[in-house]
């Protein structure tokens, strides 16, 4: 599937970029696990960080389908005669590109694109808020069949995910969760994921003072507590943010890059765009986890 399909497929059916997918590279035998960059330094990982949403909740799948439209009507309302297809694509790319980010960076340039069509912008926060509340609107049935039982934790993870969480443990390896997601959002959905065992205290998100979280700040306060170089540390995501910043340090970036709604395949949008981040593994989801974790531990 083409990028632009998948995109459509996938992200609310707006226009997407038309550049064509990257080629595809070697892959472990009998398997979906792409290894970008066949040459990485293996064996070596003593730290691993996570991303949530995406990377292992599905639970908020299908947030970009409350966000955009709710952007859209945002600058639809100054009355700048744009139509409401070209404003589509101006919100598209924008949330698209700090996707991975907090909120609240998206909620930043809303207000800046306001300015710029002569309006007066709401405080950045307000407009979170109010998409946090559209959003819950949209997921509060999940969480709460979550926490009643009636469903399965798993049924709302990366598939997968609890068994490789599990083998990492088995390794005695270091976990950690670093979400774009407001903190008592992204601990509250690990409880009821059931996952949050797996952390312990080591679950961050997104915060107010939005100046005091990042994922660059949390991967380099575990690379100074631990005391690791390069390949020692890895990170999982299906965002361009924790990728590159992971990247940015040495570290083995596996890209997940997961077609969330139907919980199987490559979403197509995701993996062009994280192999572009500098991903050295793409993955659909973890289902071959005990294909990867060997690979990645260098016990092959």
């Known amino acids: 599937m083409k990028a632009s399909v998948a995109w459509a497929a996938n992200h609310g059916g707006m226009e997407a970029s038309t550049r064509p997918d990257p080629p595809l ?3 472990l035998p009998n398997s979906q696990i792409e290894l970008v960059n066949p040459a990485l330094e293996r064996g070596r990982i003593r730290s691993v960080l996570f991303d949530f949403d995406g990377t292992l909740s599905l639970i908020r799948e299908g ?20 139509p409401e297809a070209e404003l589509a694509v101006i919100v598209s790319d924008f949330v698209d590109r700090l996707t991975g980010k ?28 109010e998409y946090l509340d559209r959003l819950w609107q949209r ?13 399965d934790p798993d049924e709302l993870l990366v598939p997968g995910s609890r068994a490789l969480l599990t083998g990492l443990r088995e390794r005695g390896v270091s976990l950690y969760l670093a979400s774009g997601t407001d903190e008592p959002y992204v601990l509250d959905e690990a409880r009821a994921l059931q996952v949050d065992g797996f952390f312990g205290e080591h679950i961050y998100g997104a915060q107010d003072d939005y100046k005091r979280f990042s994922k ?3 991967i380099n306060r575990i690379i100074e507590i631990h005391g690791l170089s390069g390949p020692e540390f890895l990170a999982f995501g299906d965002g361009y943010v924790e990728i590159e910043n992971t990247k940015d340090v040495g570290g083995i970036a596996v890209g997940v890059a997961t077609d ?9 949008w995701k993996r062009t765009r994280l192999i572009g981040a500098g991903a050295d593994v793409i993955i659909p989801d973890f289902r ?13």
């Open 288 to 300: 071959e986890h005990a294909q990867l974790l060997p690979y990645l531990f260098g016990e092959d």
């Open 102 to 129: 907090q909120t609240i960076y998206q909620m930043l340039e809303l207000a800046e694109q306001v300015k710029q069509r002569g309006g007066t912008p709401r405080d950045p926060l307000d407009y979170k808020h």
């Open 139 to 151: 997921i509060a049935g999940r969480v709460q069949a979550l926490k009643s039982g009636e469903t």
């Open 216 to 218: 660059a700040l949390i």
């Open 25 to 27: 590279h070697p892959f």
């Open 63 to 82: 947030w970009q389908q409350i966000m955009k439209p709710m952007m859209v009507g945002v600058l639809l309302d100054l009355g700048t005669g744009e």
């Open 260 to 268: 969330e709604a139907r919980r199987e395949g490559v979403d197509q």
